[in-house]
């Protein structure tokens, strides 16, 4: 896992080109290694995604989000109309960024 740390979220992307493998693996690393940080998952390498393959992230988006942290993912071939309402994805890093600083806002402001 390629691992880049940023100033309020670190970026996590996969090495090995195996993204249920990598789904896996996330779902332990998360709560444990990167409690309380925000999260970044740069999926742009995985050039067809799928909805499906997407979905693996759900589980662990969801309970992240609940720890009152952003977990946003970065890939640009799903249909933005296709992507549950629960899971932040976007194309761009710059995008995510962007989210995380929205949401951090909010939170400051008691959202």
Partial sequence: MKI???D???ILADEKDDITDFASFLEYQIPNKYKGQNVV???LDYKKLSLQELLLFLKVSN???K???SFVI???T???DEIPYEMVVVPTIQEGEDIIGMEEIE???GF
């Fill in 4 to 6: 880049e740390n940023k």
């Fill in 41 to 43: 998952l740069n999926l």
């Fill in 78 to 80: 799903i249909n933005p």
């Fill in 107 to 109: 939170r400051d402001l």
């Fill in 74 to 76: 970065i890939n640009n």
């Fill in 8 to 10: 309020n979220y670190v």
């Fill in 63 to 65: 309970l992240h989000r």
């Fill in 67 to 69: 720890t009152k942290q």
